[in-house]
């Protein structure tokens, strides 16, 4: 094989390696691997799914990320709102919020809606969602 056929040979490889290799959406633009697993969410109301007034409101969300979580949001909706936001300055591979609210003098009876969102740093997102019914 003549020099520059074997140059050729190497060039065509490499061309068909970089072809392959560049279909590949995880990678960017410096072949390095991006994140594309979004994080796990889930709710646990501690206190049952209908809850009474007096005794407020008791739930659990929690959040774990294979790198790292950025963000985790945790709101409610409904015949009451609240928002918690958390944001992480540093590797937090997973998270816990223990929720305890308590509910004003006339709170109204009816739905809350739970919504419990995760970011991790590569901007994948996860939402869990559940209900509780607040009672007298």
Known sequence: MSPRHATLTRLAWALAAFGVLGCDSR???LGVIRD??????????????????PLGITFTASASDNLGLKVMSVGLSGVFAATVDTVFVEAVTAYVVPVQL???????????VITATARDG???????????????
Not at 122 to 136: K, Y
């Open 122 to 136: 590569s901007g994948n997102a996860a939402v869990a969602t559940d209900e509780i019914v607040l009672v007298p």
């Open 102 to 112: 308590a509910l004003p003098d006339g709170q109204a009876t009816g739905k809350v």
């Open 36 to 53: 594309g697993v979004a994080p796990e969410v889930s709710i646990s109301l501690t206190s049952g799914d209908t809850l009474e007034i």
């Open 27 to 29: 990678l960017d633009t």
